[in-house]
């Protein structure tokens, strides 16, 4: 079973703006409550979405450089890039059933 990618600022330009695929994109940190309630889902998206779309984090502690680049002021968010655009953005612990929705929608 596929992980999700460990998005870092030095690797997040490839994986992601460059990518042509559908990435989902995590933006966490360990002290964060409703991200460890999130982790677990994403791990799983990673897993059932495994060669329809890209499954990332980003631990925003270690990365300032994209957290600020995509305006994260709240976590967990989660973000939706198609073609290296983000289609849409998750705040806050959400249900996996509203994650796959988001990301069926853009795969549609």
Not at 81 to 107: I, M, S
Request: contains cysteine; hydrophobic residues 40%.
């Amino acid at each position: 079973m596929s992980k999700p990618i460990e998005l870092t600022d030095s690797n997040f330009s490839d994986e992601v703006e460059n990518s042509d695929s559908t990435v989902l994109v995590d933006f966490w940190a360990e002290w964060c409550g409703p991200c460890r309630m999130v982790g677990p889902i994403v791990d799983e998206l990673a897993g059932e979405y495994e060669g329809k779309a890209k499954v990332g984090k980003v631990n925003v502690d270690h990365n300032p450089e994209i957290s600020v680049k995509y305006g994260i002021r709240s976590i967990p968010a989660l973000m939706i890039f198609k073609n290296g655009e983000v289609v849409d953005t998750v705040v806050g612990a959400v249900p996996k059933t509203h994650l796959k929705k988001k990301l069926d929608a853009q795969l549609a």
